[in-house]
């Protein structure tokens, strides 16, 4: 691993609820250049279930937000790089948030998985690249209650 590797830390999108594969970014709580400590919340984001806020599980200097407020993204996808050696000299310069990019009607790449099957994330485990939406429900027969 690159030193530069090393330096910038990416904290992904955790699957805040069992199963869900995406969340919408609701607000952030740190702008690029913000110091940041383990344990902080540094965004909110909804789902079909909940909103929540996000802590970083390490600390640094924000270094790039990927994604702007009201942007629905992937459980998985890398949200903020955080540079957690910060007096190491100058860093390349971030490059603007997908969400800023699609609003100034520039291309959005998408990030390539860096692995295959479930990586552990702070909250839940994340869903697996193959998983797909549940398959519906059987609808139960309506007949007498035995409770």
């Not at 079909?48 to 702007?68: C, M, N, T, Y």
């Not at 059987?138 to 007498?144: E, L, V, W």
Request: with cysteine; net charge negative; charged share 25%.
């Amino acid at each position: 691993m690159s030193n530069t590797a090393q330096r910038f830390r990416e904290f992904k999108m955790p699957d805040v609820g069992e199963g869900l594969t995406e969340a919408e970014i609701l607000k952030w709580y740190v702008q690029v250049g913000d110091t940041v400590t383990d344990g902080q919340s540094v965004c909110e984001v909804e789902t079909a279930k909940a909103a929540v806020e996000l802590p970083i599980p390490f600390d640094g200097v924000v270094h790039e937000l990927r994604f702007a407020e009201g942007v629905t993204v992937d459980v998985g996808t890398v949200i903020i790089s955080v540079d957690t050696q910060p007096g190491a000299g100058p860093a390349e310069p971030a490059a603007p948030a997908a969400g800023q990019a699609e609003a100034n009607g520039g291309p959005v790449e998408e990030p390539e998985p860096e692995q295959q099957g479930r990586q552990a994330v702070l909250v839940g485990y994340g869903a697996a690249p193959s998983s797909t939406k549940r398959r519906p429900r059987k609808a139960r027969p309506a007949g007498p209650s035995t409770v």
